[in-house]
């Protein structure tokens, strides 16, 4: 069956780490557009847990059954990138009404800076909505239990980072992104 659409898409984020809500919405817009680019940002205004490598690598792992999704990193601004790619579309997931406004206000900037592209946004499926990276990493940091929230390798990768890293559960920034 022909695909519905024949156009690049780029599904940007920080990804610190990706969870299986936005593992979700990225087979989901692959499964619209011919080709996907997830683009792991690599200077998030916020202090990130894993570096941008470590981010794109647990991407990798986790998209690597959708072949047609290309994962990779990205500096600068997003529509510059989405035009080097030669795309004309940004996805992103909304999970409640209560993300919207950021959205709202990034996509109507990235068309001022860039009116030929343009935001498509998802919803985030069901049993997706209450998930959140930040939240995540409070849960593992605690000695909580993420499986079936994150890719198995994203859940080890958490423990491994905290129990690498004892001096992170003292310092709440962490848990700011
Ligand atoms: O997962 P996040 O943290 O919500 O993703 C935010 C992201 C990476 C999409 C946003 O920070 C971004 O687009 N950064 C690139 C720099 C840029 O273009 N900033 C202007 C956005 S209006």
């Known amino acids: 069956m022909r695909r519905p659409s024949l156009t690049i ?19 989901r817009a692959a499964a619209i557009f011919e080709h996907l680019f ?15 490598e470590e981010r794109v690598t647990l991407l990798q792992k986790a998209l690597k059954d959708t072949p047609n999704i290309t994962v990779a990193s990205f500096g600068g601004l997003l529509v510059d990138y989405t035009k080097a790619k030669g795309a004309k579309v940004i996805v992103r997931g909304l999970r409640a009404i209560s993300d919207f406004e950021m959205e709202f206000q990034m996509a109507l900037l990235n068309r001022k800076m860039e009116p030929t592209i343009d935001v498509v ?23 909580g239990n993420v499986n079936g929230l994150v890719p198995g390798h994203v859940a080890e990768a958490m ?10 559960g003292a310092i709440p920034r962490y848990l700011t992104s």
């Open 9 to 27: 898409a780029v599904y940007p984020g920080s990804f610190d780490p990706a969870t299986n809500g936005h593992v979700d919405i990225a087979r």
């Open 38 to 52: 997830v683009a792991v940002y690599d200077a998030p205004p916020k202090n990130v847990l894993f570096s941008t």
């Open 121 to 143: 946004c998802l919803m985030t499926s069901e049993q997706y909505t209450f998930l959140s990276s930040s939240i995540l990493k409070e849960i593992v940091m605690l000695g």
């Open 159 to 168: 423990k491994r980072k905290f129990s690498s890293r004892p001096d992170v």
